[in-house]
Nanobody, 122 residues
Framework: QVQLVESGGGLVQAGGSLRLSCAAS????????MGWFRQAPGKEREFVAL????????YYSDPVKGRFTISRDNSGNTVYLQMNSLKPEDTADYHC???????????????WGQGTQVTVSS
């Protein structure tokens, strides 16, 4: 099993930046894809970004493309989400996830972190 712990959320003004971290432990070798999802109040959890830990390829949702960057450390056990030019509509609970395959769907991921809150004020 994989355990994921997020950190780095907080309150920021529109136009500002935050960096989220996701530390993975356990059987991480079975889960070469790690991603970020977000869930705003009253809405479904949605895909934000994904990284292939083996080759570093990255994938983004259209709303965050060009503003957010997903990356990994050399060990592949920590994944980051650098968020720039934040907008009020980015306000959500951000969750880290790990999975075996490329996917943008919640059900495809078998490990989740507890989430970290990001609030962007206007």
């Amino acid at each position: 099993q994989v355990q994921l712990v997020e950190s780095g959320g907080g309150l920021v003004q529109a136009g500002g930046s935050l960096r989220l971290s996701c530390a993975a432990s356990g059987r991480t070798f079975n889960n070469p894809y790690m991603g970020w999802f977000r869930q705003a109040p009253g809405k479904e959890r949605e895909f934000v970004a994904l990284i292939n830990l083996s080759d570093g390829r990255t994938y983004y949702s259209d709303p965050v493309k060009g503003r957010f960057t997903i990356s990994r450390d050399n060990s592949g056990n920590t994944v980051y989400l650098q968020m720039n030019s934040l907008k009020p509509e980015d306000t959500a609970d951000y969750h880290c996830a790990a999975g075996r395959y490329y996917s943008r769907y919640v059900d495809s991921f078998n490990a989740w972190g507890q989430g970290t809150q990001v609030t962007v004020s206007s």
